[in-house]
């Protein structure tokens, strides 16, 4: 049976050109825990996602947890890649989409607001009471805000590049997925 775009999941990806006139739609999702296997799915909170219907225009493909950024000439449709350090962080690939990922051609949900996975990139231990950004491992992944970059011009890269807080302490291991609150001060 069809999926309508209209009660399209989380975690859903629609194949190359499936709901391709819904791009851009925005749509508030329930939290569900990523790690439920259950046929009802449990809910991990009941905090909501503010999420946009978006297309994979990277070239490559697109991991749950990552950091990325529109395309340019697509903003607010398409994604076209991962953020770096100092990059805005447009959203987050959903964390209820499959291990398979995202592939290059497919829409998926991308999160904008609320809990979600996050990927650290390693640097150092993250507490809930930190700050996260994008950082420059070149996959999408975030860091710890530091309290006082080296010049004026560092300190507004850290500001305009912030993703939102981890929910619990995460330790220093690249490519930890973590619980984040997404909340990014861009928009």
Known sequence: MPVDFLFAPEGYVGAAGEFDTDLGAERELEDYDPASTSRLR????AARKKAKWVKNDSGATLTRGMCVKYKAAYFGLRVGDHADVGDICDGVVDDMVSSAG???GDNFWLILEGPNLLISDGATTLAVTDVVCTAGTGNGRVAKQTAAPADTTAAMVQVKSVVGRPTAAVTNV???EFLGYIKRPNY
Do not use: N
């Open 102 to 104: 995202v592939l290059d």
């Open 174 to 176: 690249a490519g930890t």
């Open 42 to 45: 449990a809910k991990r909170s």
